[in-house]
């Protein structure tokens, strides 16, 4: 039977503290499993499979979104879409635009 070290290897999967800090099998981490004398291959295996199935969603957002304008936006931007047709963004944050209807709210 192959060694954990050897199944991670083998995947190809990139090894970071915060890999090794998931939890998998048991609630444990693949370190803490190791050393309480668990199976340390299954508990592998498991990371391994948790690993790559998030890379395949975060392939399949990235496919979704990538046709999307603004991808690397501003967040200080966030939510002007909602604002009228031709409504600046500067003169926005600066305070100089005044919404029609919009009460003031002062603490």
């Known amino acids: 039977m192959k060694s954990a070290a050897a199944l991670i290897a083998e ?3 990139i090894v970071t503290p915060l890999t090794l800090a998931r ?7 693949l370190l803490a499993t190791i050393a309480s004398g668990g199976d340390g291959a299954a508990a592998a295996q498991s990371l391994i499979r948790i690993l790559r199935l ?5 392939e399949r957002l ?3 979104f990538a046709s999307r304008d ?3 936006g501003n967040a200080s931007d966030y939510g002007l879409r909602c604002l009228p047709s031709g409504t600046d963004a500067q003169l926005w944050r600066s305070g100089s635009v005044k919404l029609p209807g919009a009460k003031v709210i002062s603490y």
């Open 70 to 72: 603004n991808a690397n």
């Open 54 to 58: 998030e890379a395949e969603q975060q």
């Open 11 to 13: 995947a190809g999967v």
């Open 23 to 29: 939890r998998v099998s048991g609630g444990k981490t």
């Open 62 to 64: 990235a496919k979704r």
